[in-house]
C-alpha cells in the first residue's frame, strides 16, 4: 500500500502528540504525585461531628515529621479556618463535608479536593517553604460561597520544635 508523503507526516505528528501526551500523564502521577481522589471511606454525613477523626477537627502529629489536618466543610465555612503546619513536614488532609458539596483548594498546590457528603477525601501534600497560603472553597455551594475560605500556615519547623520542646518541659523556661 502506498501511503502518501503528507499522510506519513500527519501521522507521525498525531503519534507524538499521543506519545507527548502519555509522557506528561505519567510524569503528573508519577512525578508530582497527581491523582484523583478515591471514595477511601463513607460516612453518615448527619453524624459527620460524631464520627471519627471528625469528632476533633483540627491538626494532630500522627509520626514523626507527619501531621493529620482534618477539617470538616460546611455553608459557608471550614473547621478549624486555620491549619497550622511545620514546614517540611507531610500532611496528611482528611476532609468532607456535612451538607452540600463543597471544594478544598489551597492556592499555589496541587492540593485540589472535592468533598461530597458522605464521603471521606485525602491528600498528601508536603510544604516546603514557610508561609501563608489561602484555602477556598473552590465548588459553588451556595449564596455565600465567595465568603467561604481559610488559611493554611505553614510555620518555620525549628519553631515547632522549640514549642514542642517547651511544652514537654515546662520548667526549663529562661
Ligand atoms: Cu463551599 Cu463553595
Redesign the pocket.
Known sequence: MKVHSYEKAVLGVGIAILIGCAVALAYATLGMGIHLPGAEGRIDPARVYQTPPFNQPGVRQIGPGRYEAVVV????AFNPAEIRVPAGAEVLFTVT?TD????FNVEGTRLNLM?IPGQISRNRYRFAEPGEYLL???????IA??T?AGRVIVEPSSEVVARTTAAAHPGNHP
Open positions: 466543610a460546611q455553608a459557608w463535608s452540600v458539596l463543597h471544594g468533598l477556598i472553597c473552590h465548588e459553588y455551594c451556595g460561597h465567595h467561604m
